[in-house]
């Protein structure tokens, strides 16, 4: 059975490398976007160490039409119940939809004017 590994970033799976580290986890690299993280052994926050995480699903938005924004897919996203309050509690306020990006597309000001 072969496990389904995506870039945490941008959603890769063909392009990813990965190299085994002592303590038994595995840095993985994603050669589409250049992200980087570890997998395996005990997860917990980069930011503050907690271990109360949840993964969610994260939008994926584009511009379809002008200025429209279409939702094209999702993938998971996994945030620290402590650094990442509002956004899990924005999330569990809309569910069943997926928690929208921090950032959206924008349009240039040479499209704007034609």
Not at 77 to 104: F, I, K, Q
Request: with cysteine.
């Amino acid at each position: 059975m072969a496990l389904d590994i995506a870039c945490l970033s941008c959603g890769e799976s063909a392009d990813l490398t990965g190299r085994g580290e002592a303590d038994g986890r595995i840095a993985l690299t994603c050669g589409a976007c250049g992200s980087q993280w570890l997998r395996g052994g005990r997860d917990e926050c980069t930011r503050c160490g907690s271990s109360d995480l949840q993964t969610v699903p994260l939008a994926m938005v584009e511009r379809s039409r002008g200025t429209q924004l279409s939702v094209v897919g999702t993938r998971p996203v996994t945030l620290c119940s402590e650094c990442d309050d509002d956004r899990l509690r924005t999330y569990h306020a809309h569910r069943p939809n997926p928690l929208m990006p921090e950032e959206l597309p924008t349009v240039g000001e040479e499209q704007m004017n034609g």
